[in-house]
């Protein structure tokens, strides 16, 4: 028998790693969370957090301390297609706006919440194998910055360890729903740029763009191209970045205006689904599922799934479950939230223009301020895409704004 001094080991200590161990922790477990980084940190994230994510914070306690830092909320959200603007209000009651905090803020927040949940931290740990014992994962192997080899053993370890999660790796799930690198984009933070409590994305024939902004009066721009683009996009980068700009006259007006006050950072990733459990093993955040940035929802899935998966590994460390059939419904119910939206990210993603009865539909919507709504709200996260394009929604609209 393995003499397990955890009940969970979590690798990654960020939007998906140190709720879940804050949360396993506030239930009594013995927790050992671990990253690589020390914080605060940065990381490649343009972390837009949209209501429903807003509203976990709040549940667990940590709004308040969001708030502290000067983030300013954003109420609402703009969609300029051109021809029309879809605008509306994201919030739902016991969230009614987004906040878009730096990651060296949220992710301290975040790292300090679970150690005062219990859990022990060790930052600076790099995890350099994952050990598994006759098919079982039963531990990890890693150094702290300048220190020995250890090793630890838990109950379960938690892979909140990133779209190249070495729990992943190590374990090799079944990854389904892939699909590749589909938009390439660059962001930075400019000064005199206020948006007045607006997130505003402009969506033109093979590009797109969008401004929200976050902590120290600075505002957040970032430029996308089609991912067959964005080797020519990295060669000059400023140049594609600015001409974008230029395609909204309205917008490259306020930018002149404006001073960028950091360097251009920018990425492209892969869209894949992995099966999130197994012997000894969990998945939570991109490590289990990673889909492009473009609609925001990284981070509020994260936390969605760090309460699921805390649930989940609740029933089963507790023995109230099985291990796997806990696990099973996690997955089940991560997979039946997160598809729709998933298909739907990956076709704005391509940045073409919508198709003809999309772009007519969405057209209708920008007559109704109702329907604009209800829109803004399935693009952030608060309604399913399956309810918003279902048959009776889509009748309702077009009923509305053809009598109006
Ligand atoms: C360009 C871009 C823009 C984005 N914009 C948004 C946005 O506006 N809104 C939004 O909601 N989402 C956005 N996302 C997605 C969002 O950033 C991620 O979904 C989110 O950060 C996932 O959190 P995570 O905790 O699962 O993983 P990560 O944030 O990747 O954290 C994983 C952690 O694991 C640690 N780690 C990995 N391997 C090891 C190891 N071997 N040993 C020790 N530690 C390890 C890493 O150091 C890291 O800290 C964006 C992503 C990109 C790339």
Redesign the pocket.
């Known amino acids: 028998m393995t003499d397990n001094r955890y009940d969970a080991i979590v690798?990654?200590?960020?939007?998906?790693?140190s709720p879940t161990g804050m949360l396993l922790a506030r239930k009594g477990y013995r927790v050992l969370v671990?990253?690589?980084?020390t914080f605060p940190s940065d990381?490649?994230?343009?972390?837009?957090?949209h209501p429903p994510?807003v509203a976990s914070l709040n549940s667990w306690g940590l709004l308040d301390q969001v708030v502290a830092t000067g983030c300013p909320p954003i109420h609402t959200y703009a969609f300029d297609f051109g021809p029309f603007t879809i605008s509306g209000i994201p919030g739902i009651d016991n969230a009614p706006v987004a906040y878009a905090p730096r990651r060296t803020v949220l992710d301290k927040l975040l790292v300090d919440a679970a150690a005062e949940a219990g859990a022990e931290v060790r930052e600076g740990?790099?995890?350099e194998e994952v050990l598994v014992e006759d098919g079982r994962v039963t531990g990890i192997r890693?150094h702290s910055t300048g220190g020995d080899t250890v090793t630890e053993h838990a109950r379960v370890v938690v892979g909140?360890?990133?779209?190249h999660s070495?729990l992943a790796e190590t374990v090799g799930p079944d990854q389904y729903n892939e699909k590749p690198q589909l938009q390439g984009?660059y962001y930075s933070y400019w000064s005199g740029l206020p948006m007045h409590g607006r997130f505003e994305t402009y969506i033109r024939p093979g590009r797109g763009f969008a401004a929200w902004p976050t902590n120290d009066d600075l505002t957040l721009v970032i430029v996308g191209v089609p991912f067959a683009e964005f080797r020519a996009y990295r060669q000059d980068i400023e140049a594609t970045y600015l001409a974008t700009l230029e395609m909204v006259p309205a917008f490259a007006d306020r930018i002149h205006g404006a001073t960028r006050e950091a360097r251009f950072v920018?990425?492209a990733?892969p869209n894949f689904l992995r099966k999130p459990y197994g012997p000894g093993w969990v998945l939570v955040?991109?490590?289990g599922y990673n889909k492009d940035?473009i609609t925001?929802?990284?981070?509020?899935d994260?936390f969605r799934d760090a309460a699921l998966c805390a649930d989940a590994l609740d029933q089963g460390l507790s023995g109230t479950h099985a291990f796997t059939e806990a696990l099973a419904t996690y997955h089940s119910t991560r997979d039946q939230h997160v598809l729709p939206f998933y298909e739907l990210t990956a076709q704005l993603a391509t940045l073409e223009p919508p198709p003809p009865d999309l772009a007519q539909l969405l057209s209708a919507v920008s007559r109704d301020q109702h329907a604009m709504d209800d829109f803004v709200r399935m693009a952030a996260g608060v309604t399913s895409p399956a309810v918003f394009f279902s048959e009776d929604n889509i009748g309702r609209i077009l009923a509305v704004t053809s009598a109006g």
């Open positions: 690798i990654g200590a960020r939007c998906a790693g671990v990253d690589r980084a990381t490649v994230s343009t972390h837009l957090i994510g740990f790099t995890v890693g909140a360890d990133g779209r070495l984009s920018g990425t990733v955040g991109d490590a940035f925001a929802f990284g981070m509020h994260a």
